[in-house]
């Protein structure tokens, strides 16, 4: 089980307002904002803010991972999510739909961040199984 992911960004301020947009419609917020970093999370307890960005040389010819995927509670909220990021300025890398190479009822929007890293809002459908 993942305490939490840091995640490399070239500029802080326009990473914040990225993510403060985009992850609302999962439910995370801001939780915490220090000088070079800033943890996300969906409740304020230590631990619970799960995913942080850390102000830092992103710029990299290869990312250090291929997707970082935010489970969602419903299909709305993978909708939501990915609306919301392309209003801040995200990347379309993926519209939301059913990704059946993966397996059925597996409801994804993916969308690139400032730095280019793949985001991803998921839903597994268990109605389509």
Request: glycine fraction near 8%.
């Amino acid at each position: 089980m993942l305490n939490h992911i840091t995640v490399r960004v070239s500029d802080l301020e326009k990473s914040k307002e990225f993510y403060s947009h985009t992850l609302k419609p999962l439910g995370y917020k801001l939780l915490l904002s220090k000088e070079t970093s800033a943890g996300y999370g969906v409740e304020d307890v230590e631990g619970k803010r799960d995913f942080w960005i850390k102000q830092n040389d992103a710029r990299q010819s290869v990312h250090s991972f291929y997707c970082l995927a935010f489970t969602a509670a419903n299909k709305q909220e993978v909708d939501d999510f990915y609306k919301a990021g392309l209003e801040v300025g995200g990347k379309d890398n993926g519209a939301p739909g059913y990704r059946t190479k993966y397996h059925p009822g597996y409801y994804a929007a993916f969308v690139l961040d400032p730095d280019g890293h793949n985001i991803e809002a998921v839903y597994d459908d268990p109605s389509v199984r």
